[in-house]
């Protein structure tokens, strides 16, 4: 076989991966529902040390358009030292619909530990129909509540997801955006063709049968990505699993404020990555297609295949994210693309290295994974 077919072919690989997406994330967006739900709805936020955060949280998911008789917020203060409790006890004497739960050390046990177990105890005392999650970090859209019970009109409709941004103006921080938009672009992507490989468990929601029915965060076991756990458990269960991409349920999320806190969160996905088994090696077969044809050019002294392969992955990229970008209403993450694309390929060679690393570091805990 020649050194053109080759390269051809390796190409084609990576071209494919971008086509699927691309396919998967229009094909999701046509899936929107505007249905007018009201049901029994909880949102659970799982806090530790949140002090600084977790009244920008509250505040913007009691400020929401959905009725104040059928909403229940509870916050799980998962063995905080710091302020948290007394910041959300000070919010709940002046809003009935808060509620405050204490998660002590004598809770934590067999699978439920770190954020899980926290999501757990919330829902276990919880009275919706529909179990939205968010982050104390994060600060919900206005119709976000609305939007995302409207997509259970689909009964078969067991959990759904939708697309986080961060929030900031430095360079780091928009470079941060853009990784997050990619990543939840295919994520998207994969729920559009019926392959579920990932989501982020601050925009979520999940009817509460489907969750009990699974026997919780106990019967699915511990992960480190408790929110991917989650999505392939439901959809391994023949429940319908959905990816809004919809400017209506959008959420924010703070960045991480230095590399070495960015390099955590990073590695902490990738060993959570894992539990997509064959779906992450054909995942990352595509990305070693591409890394061939641009190894294989350079050592052949092939620079316009070389530099092909180069624009195929920056431009590809980054049409995904122009696609979610465009839905979302997000122009602002057209000016930081083209750099952020190239800071995520040069940064994916690290990949390996933090997949190697079995500990996990989250919220001061060490979980092995």
């Given at each position: 076989?020649?050194?053109?077919?080759?390269?051809?072919?390796?190409?084609?690989?990576?071209?494919?991966?971008?086509?699927?997406?691309?396919?998967?994330?229009?094909?999701?967006?046509?899936?929107?529902?505007?249905?007018?739900?009201?049901?029994?709805?909880?949102?659970?936020?799982?806090?530790?040390?949140?002090?600084?955060?977790?009244?920008?949280?509250?505040?913007?998911?009691?400020?929401?358009?959905?009725?104040?008789?059928?909403?229940?917020?509870?916050?799980?203060?998962?063995?905080?030292?710091?302020?948290?409790?007394?910041?959300?006890?000070?919010?709940?004497?002046?809003?009935?619909?808060?509620?405050?739960?204490?998660?002590?050390?004598?809770?934590?046990?067999?699978?439920?530990?770190?954020?899980?177990?926290?999501?757990?105890?919330?829902?276990?005392?919880?009275?919706?129909?529909?179990?939205?999650?968010?982050?104390?970090?994060?600060?919900?859209?206005?119709?976000?509540?609305?939007?995302?019970?409207?997509?259970?009109?689909?009964?078969?409709?067991?959990?759904?997801?939708?697309?986080?941004?961060?929030?900031?103006?430095?360079?780091?921080?928009?470079?941060?955006?853009?990784?997050?938009?990619?990543?939840?672009?295919?994520?998207?992507?994969?729920?559009?063709?019926?392959?579920?490989?990932?989501?982020?468990?601050?925009?979520?929601?999940?009817?509460?049968?489907?969750?009990?029915?699974?026997?919780?965060?106990?019967?699915?076991?511990?992960?480190?990505?408790?929110?991917?756990?989650?999505?392939?458990?439901?959809?391994?269960?023949?429940?319908?699993?959905?990816?809004?991409?919809?400017?209506?349920?959008?959420?924010?999320?703070?960045?991480?404020?230095?590399?070495?806190?960015?390099?955590?969160?990073?590695?902490?996905?990738?060993?959570?990555?894992?539990?997509?088994?064959?779906?992450?090696?054909?995942?990352?077969?595509?990305?070693?297609?591409?890394?061939?044809?641009?190894?294989?050019?350079?050592?052949?002294s092939a620079w316009i295949p070389f530099w092909s392969f180069v624009a195929?992955?920056?431009?590809?990229?980054?049409?995904?994210?122009?696609?979610?970008?465009?839905?979302?209403?997000?122009?602002?993450?057209?000016?930081?693309?083209?750099?952020?694309?190239?800071?995520?390929?040069?940064?994916?060679?690290?990949?390996?290295?933090?997949?190697?690393?079995?500990?996990?570091?989250?919220?001061?805990?060490?979980?092995?994974?």
């Open positions: 076989m020649s050194l053109q077919v080759i390269l051809y072919l390796l190409a084609a690989v990576y071209a494919s991966r971008i086509v699927f997406f691309s396919i998967g994330i229009v094909r999701e967006r046509r899936r929107w529902k505007s249905n007018a739900l009201y049901p029994m709805v909880s949102v659970v936020v799982p806090a530790r040390n949140e002090a600084q955060n977790i009244v920008r949280c509250i505040t913007s998911i009691l400020a929401t358009s959905y009725p104040r008789e059928s909403l229940e917020v509870i916050v799980v203060d998962d063995r905080s030292t710091d302020q948290t409790a007394e910041r959300v006890q000070a919010l709940a004497a002046t809003d009935s619909r808060l509620t405050l739960l204490k998660r002590t050390e004598h809770d934590v046990t067999g699978s439920l530990k770190g954020k899980a177990g926290a999501l757990q105890y919330g829902v276990d005392r919880c009275s919706g129909d529909i179990v939205l999650f968010t982050d104390a970090d994060c600060a919900v859209s206005k119709d976000w509540i609305h939007g995302m019970t409207a997509q259970f009109a689909d009964e078969r409709l067991g959990l759904i997801t939708g697309l986080t941004s961060v929030v900031g103006d430095s360079f780091f921080q928009r470079i941060q955006d853009v990784e997050w938009t990619y990543t939840q672009a295919m994520a998207c992507g994969g729920v559009g063709n019926g392959i579920p490989l990932g989501c982020f468990g601050n925009n979520m929601a999940i009817r509460k049968r489907v969750f009990d029915e699974l026997g919780g965060y106990g019967a699915i076991g511990f992960s480190v990505t408790e929110d991917l756990a989650l999505q392939l458990a439901v959809d391994n269960a023949g429940y319908h699993v959905r990816y809004a991409i919809n400017p209506s349920v959008h959420v924010e999320t703070l960045p991480c404020n230095s590399f070495g806190e960015y390099a955590v969160q990073r590695h902490r996905w990738v060993r959570g990555g894992r539990a997509l088994g064959k779906r992450a090696v054909a995942f990352v077969a595509s990305s070693l297609a591409l890394w061939a044809g641009i190894v294989i050019s350079a050592v052949e195929m992955r920056v431009v590809g990229d980054s049409i995904l994210v122009a696609i979610a970008a465009n839905y979302l209403g997000r122009t602002r993450l057209f000016t930081a693309m083209i750099p952020a694309i190239i800071f995520l390929v040069l940064t994916e060679l690290s990949l390996p290295m933090l997949f190697m690393r079995k500990s996990v570091r989250w919220k001061g805990q060490v979980f092995r994974s």
